[in-house]
């Protein structure tokens, strides 16, 4: 691996922007969970509902994001999404309808499918052509440390913390994500 890489100030950036977000929605994955089988004690149909609602809109709506992202600048794209996101994540911490929860987490689907086009694509083009591999060799190692992680923190939050402050926390990553990626 090259060291170049990592003297250029806006990989760097977005490598710790997209370290906060990914762990965060790890914290927001775990909570959610835990909102919907604990404080409604829903049925496995409506876990199932839980968990199609956060991914859908990532399937369905991943291409006309990338759409967007080609369209725009990623780093403002990046930055937008993650304070949108965080409003979202601060609305479902407060949520007292399981459908009203369905909506939001739909929401933050559409968000997420935008804002992961603008990432993917903003890291190949940040570094130099010789160095993109190295560029999303870092990127997928975040992505695939935080799937290891970030369940673990998440669950620990859990452990310590009420399942609302487990979401604070994960609004409170994508600000500081969005804060962070303002500087690219």
């Keep these: 691996m090259n060291n170049d890489l990592w003297r250029i100030k806006d990989f760097r950036i977005l490598i710790l922007g997209q370290s906060i977000c990914v762990l965060g929605d790890w914290f927001g994955i775990i909570a959610i969970l835990a909102l919907a089988g604990f404080r409604w004690q829903v049925t496995p ?3 199932s509902m839980v968990l199609f609602v956060i991914i859908a809109p990532i399937v369905f709506f991943g291409p006309l994001g990338g759409v967007i992202a080609d369209r725009t600048d990623r780093g403002r794209m990046l930055a937008a999404a993650g304070a949108m996101r965080a409003i979202v994540m601060l609305f479902i911490a407060n949520v007292g309808e399981f459908y009203l929860l369905l909506f939001f987490l739909l929401l933050l689907g559409v968000l997420t ?13 940040i570094p130099p052509l010789d160095l993109v591999d190295d560029a999303v060799f870092y990127s ?4 695939q440390a935080a799937r290891v992680f970030g369940p673990a923190l998440g669950g620990s939050a859990l452990a310590f913390f009420s399942v609302e402050t487990a979401l604070y926390f994960n609004a409170a990553a994508y600000f500081l994500g969005s804060v962070v990626f303002a500087f690219m």
């Design 140 to 143: 997928s190692f975040v992505d």
């Design 45 to 47: 149909v409506k876990m």
């Design 113 to 125: 499918a935008c804002s992961t086009p603008a990432k993917n694509a903003k890291i190949k083009e």
